[in-house]
């Protein structure tokens, strides 16, 4: 079955640039979404389409999506920013997330 | 405004049945796909599978094949989940979330419903 692997913790500074990394076989080929859950509460979609900000989310959060990586970039990254990423992908008409990214921002 | 509420907490015993319901509004119903995701507490998301609130089959992740029911009630507006023959480890958050368009990601999710496999 199709895995999507990130790494499980990234630290950050404030202020600094954040990239969380999620990859898996020929990624690229598909479109990439990215969420954001906070302790308690309900995913957020902060990226779709590899490089779409919805509605409401900040600038600095961006993306990208080529050959078996793709990349959520936060610039700038404030302290609201910290909490778990997962990214996700279709495959064979089925869905499949990463096992998700715990940012600290310290 | 979108929205999608769920049902709230159920604890059921080692092999019973649990009927998670999502009830939709602000948008047109049936133009949408609908998703549950499984949450084990301190996991990731683990996506069950798509029901098609506008009719036409169901698809299911492979680990829950034989185990969950989706359907939908377009009359309210409402997906509902059904998963059988709990287990300890299916104690989870259960999602719905709505998908942006076919084969695309989830733009808005359920607030979670909390299920407890007890004896």
């Known amino acids: 079955s199709y895995e999507l692997t990130q790494p499980p913790s990234v630290s950050v500074s404030p202020g600094q640039t954040a990239s969380i990394t999620c990859s898996g076989d020929k990624l690229g080929d598909n479109y990439a979404g990215w969420y954001q859950q906070k302790a308690g509460q309900s995913p957020v979609l902060v990226i779709y389409q590899d490089t779409k900000r919805p509605s409401g989310i900040p600038e600095r959060f961006s993306g990208s999506n080529s050959g078996n990586t793709a990349t959520l970039t936060i610039s700038g990254t404030q302290t609201m920013d910290e909490a778990d990423y997962y990214c996700q992908a279709w495959d064979s008409g089925t869905v499949v997330f990463g096992g998700g990214t715990k940012l600290t921002v310290l | 405004q979108v929205h999608l509420v769920q049902s709230g907490a159920e604890m059921k015993k080692p092999g019973a049945s649990v009927k998670v319901s999502c009830k939709a509004s602000?948008?047109?119903?049936?133009?949408?796909?609908m998703h549950w995701v499984r949450q084990v507490p301190g996991q990731g998301l683990e996506w069950m599978g798509i029901i098609n609130p506008n009719g036409g089959p169901t698809r299911y992740a492979q680990k829950f094949q034989g185990r969950v029911t989706m359907t939908r009630d377009t009359s309210t507006s409402t997906v509902y989940m059904e998963l059988s023959s709990l287990r300890y480890e299916d104690t989870a958050v259960f999602y719905c979330?709505?998908?942006?368009?076919?084969?695309?990601?989830?733009?808005?999710w359920g607030q979670g419903t909390m299920v407890t496999v007890s004896s």
């Open positions: 602000g948008y047109i119903f049936i133009s949408h796909y």
């Open positions: 979330a709505r998908g942006l368009s076919a084969a695309d990601a989830f733009d808005i």
